[in-house]
Structure formats: C-alpha cells, structure tokens
C-alpha cells in the first residue's frame, strides 16, 4: 500500500509540473524551427573573426560557413580595438556568453568592457561582404521647406 500510495504522489507531482508547461506552450506561438539561427556555435570549428561595428561580429567558420552576431547591445571600443576574447567552459560559443574587448597599451594586453552575445545567424559570404562594405550610396538629400518670403518677419513683432 505504502508502494502504491507513493506511486500516485510521485504521478501526481509530475503532471503538476507537466501540464501548467503544457498550457504555456499551448498558448504561445508554435516554435520556430529554421536552420539559419542557432544559440551556439562550435569553437574548434570559428577560422577568423570580423568586427564590423560595436554591435556586429562575424564569425568565418570551417565549410565555408558565416555567422552574423548582432550582440546584445552597443559594445563600446570594439570596433575601435577591433579585437575580443572570450572564454568557454565547453568547446562551444553561445549567446549566453560574452566576448571582451581587447585593448593595448605600456604594459601590453589587457581585457576591457564584457559585450553579450546575440543568436547566431547564418549568412551568404555575399551577405557577409555587404555588411563590411556598408551602405552603398548615400541617401537622396531632403532639403528643408523654406517659409513664404511675404511670411518672413510677419510674427508677432516686439516693436511693434
């Protein structure tokens, strides 16, 4: 009976954990599966790093595979540095790491700000070379409205 009893409490405890997690992804959107994002990639398998901006790394991998990783927010002195380290506990980077940005100075290298990285977002070499590259022409000039000459100095004038 003992065994018994223990049996439908331990049953008991398991759907109540099951089913309010069942009901919570019952009402959220059905999960993405895309192959073009992920959380972590493989360190062994990272060949060089791109720094575009102080939010942008790109990530050249084995197979001639690129990753774009929009970091978490604005890393200050990334670009400017354009140089990061990071450290792992396993052989894989993910975007609950971060990377610091490496500075150089009298006394030689030396860690600096921790930046947050981001999902990993698989990219074209194409798509690569066009975020190095940047904009490519520059938007067309708005110029501003100029006031009707006759309404020019018509305000409500203090000399008046």
Do not use: W
């Not at 309010?20 to 959107?29: H, I, K, R, T």
């Not at 690569?128 to 501003?144: I, S, V, W």
């Amino acid at each position: 009976m003992y065994k018994q009893m223990t049996n439908n409490v331990l049953l008991g405890l398991l759907a109540g954990l099951t089913f309010p997690a069942l009901a919570a992804y019952a009402q959220d959107e059905e999960p993405v599966s895309d192959d073009s994002v992920t959380n972590c990639i493989s360190v062994r398998s990272i060949r060089t790093t791109d720094i575009i901006d102080d939010r942008n790394v790109l990530f050249y991998m084995r197979g001639d595979v690129v990753y774009h990783n929009i970091l978490s927010r604005r890393c200050p002195g990334l670009a400017r540095e354009d140089r990061f380290s990071y450290r792992t506990a396993a052989s894989r980077l993910c975007d609950i790491d971060s990377i610091n940005v490496l500075h150089s100075d009298a006394r030689g290298m030396r860690t600096g700000t921790a930046c947050g990285l981001g999902k990993f977002i698989k990219i074209t070499r194409e798509d690569a070379q066009a975020l190095k590259d940047g904009p490519t022409e520059n938007p067309p000039p708005k110029p501003l409205p100029m006031p009707e000459p006759e309404k020019i100095g018509t305000e409500s004038d203090p000399e008046q």
